[in-house]
């Protein structure tokens, strides 16, 4: 039968989120995170843990069929893959920082610099858009003290609340490029694998959709319902049922967490009571 592989990282920012995700949309994997290769035990897909630099080749070269990664390794590999799903978790940015003393006027500032970084092949297409020479000095960790060192006047990292730079007097003067974790896909799946892949989208639209939704219910008196109907959009229509108690009814409903908020003091001022929010795991519309 035919497996769908989905390489993740083994360890590290991502890992964590995309073992998550696969949860989320009901993949239980068999073994820890040690093994090289895990089996899901309830769907046709197996996960390979890898190094995150690894994984747009593997996914590229078709020994993984799709795989989670962030989408700053993707644009420095320059891999050829598909992109099928951002998950929006990780985001960060690619961003050029300078000594915090120093005056910034902009890409030319770099002219003659040494800029230190674990992403050249991005920085290199920055530098080349802007028409700047700077020379590149790839170093794969610590890049926030190269310029404390002496070993680059800048560097160029991944940023995200921006408190490594601070700490080390790094002053943030360009944002090269957003990023975020991406579904990245094989270009040449064959049918059976397509039709794998759909439904793993099919399911994370699920779970996406349901994001920030409440389940809500309440019981109002049937005199205010049209009223309290109105505050309640709802999917369609809400659901009414009449309650024991005569001249009341329960009303259930989906909203957005954040519409609750400002429609809680409204549904009490008609009357509603006993108000339930719960929250909604999937939702298939
Ligand atoms: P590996 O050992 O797999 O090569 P790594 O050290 O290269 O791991 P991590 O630090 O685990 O990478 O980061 C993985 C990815 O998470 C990055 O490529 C980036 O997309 C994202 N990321 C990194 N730092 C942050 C951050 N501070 N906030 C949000 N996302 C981040
Ligand atoms: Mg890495």
């Known amino acids: 039968m035919t497996t769908l592989r989905i390489a993740i990282q083994t360890k590290g920012r991502l890992n964590q989120d995309s073992i998550e995700l696969l949860s989320d949309i009901g993949i239980q994997l068999t073994q820890g995170k040690r093994k090289l290769i895990s089996k899901a035990t309830n769907f046709p897909v197996e996960v390979l843990f890898l190094r995150d630099d690894d994984i747009p080749k593997t996914v590229a070269s078709g020994i993984a069929d799709i795989g989670i990664v962030g989408e700053n390794e993707v644009l420095e590999k320059g891999e050829s893959v598909n992109i099928a799903k951002r998950l929006g978790f990780s985001k960060c940015r690619l961003s050029l920082a300078i000594p915090k003393a120093e005056t910034y006027t902009g890409p030319h500032w770099f002219n003659n610099k040494t800029i230190a970084t674990s992403y050249p092949e991005t920085l290199k297409k920055f530098l080349d858009d802007n028409d700047v020479s700077a020379s590149i000095h790839e170093i794969s960790g610590s890049v926030e003290v190269a310029p404390s060192i002496g070993l680059a006047d800048a560097i160029f990292d991944i940023v995200s ?55 809500i219910m309440l019981n109002a008196p049937n005199h205010r319902l049209d009223e309290i109907k109105g505050l309640l959009p709802g999917m369609k229509s809400p659901t009414i049922i009449p309650l024991a108690n005569e001249g009341w009814s329960s009303l259930h409903s989906v909203i957005d967490e954040p519409q609750f908020w400002n429609i809680i003091k409204d549904l009490k001022d008609l009357g509603a009571q006993s108000i339930l929010m719960l929250p909604i795991e999937k939702m298939v519309l």
């Open 161 to 215: 609340s921006g408190s490594t730079l601070i700490s080390n007097n790094l002053k943030e003067v360009e944002i090269v490029t957003k990023s975020e974790a991406l579904l990245i896909t094989n270009r040449e799946l064959n049918n059976e694998k397509l039709y794998l892949l759909q439904d793993l989208l099919f399911r994370l639209d699920t779970v996406e959709t349901a994001k920030g939704k409440k389940y």
